[in-house]
């Protein structure tokens, strides 16, 4: 059970930050609650107040982030060069980077750096671009699994 700032969007997209309670069994949100319905949750699901973890005043609790766009092949050169036009950085920095996919070991190393930033940063799902090479492609998806992340 948690109990603190809860934020996240409403159908409208409007945001919604408000003191809430999230019931959470596994790995799945069972219930969301009002603070004042704490006691009646505890009691409906044989909980002690023990088990409540309170967020501070510098927590909050929001939603996985989905990025639909990450170049897992490029994550090496990300921040690089950035003053260069774009055919240039690509040709200086990106095409040499990615031929070495070919090698699983390489690619291994690279994707799992990548999946983990994503993963520390909040991002719960994602979908890859990887490279033209069918092993290093694999090595992403394998990574993505063993690690949790959802992704396409």
């Known amino acids: 059970v948690y109990k603190g700032l809860l934020v996240d969007s409403l159908p409208d997209w409007s945001i919604r930050m408000e003191e809430g309670i999230l019931v959470v069994r596994g790995d799945s949100i069972i219930r969301r609650a009002q603070v004042d319905e704490l006691d009646d949750l505890l009691a409906e699901f044989d909980l002690i107040r023990e088990e409540v973890t309170e967020l501070t005043s510098t927590q909050f609790i929001l939603p996985g982030l989905i990025d639909t766009h990450i170049h897992a092949s490029q994550f090496p050169n990300a921040g690089l060069a950035l003053e260069l036009p774009l055919l240039e ?64």
């Open 89 to 152: 950085w690509l040709e200086k920095y990106t095409f040499p980077t990615e031929s070495m996919f070919s090698k699983p070991e390489f690619s291994l190393q690279v994707y799992e750096r990548c999946v983990r930033s994503t993963l520390d940063s909040g991002t719960t799902t994602a979908v890859y671009f990887a490279t033209i090479h069918k092993e290093s492609s694999e090595c992403l998806a394998l990574v993505c699994n063993k690690l949790g992340q959802r992704a396409f």
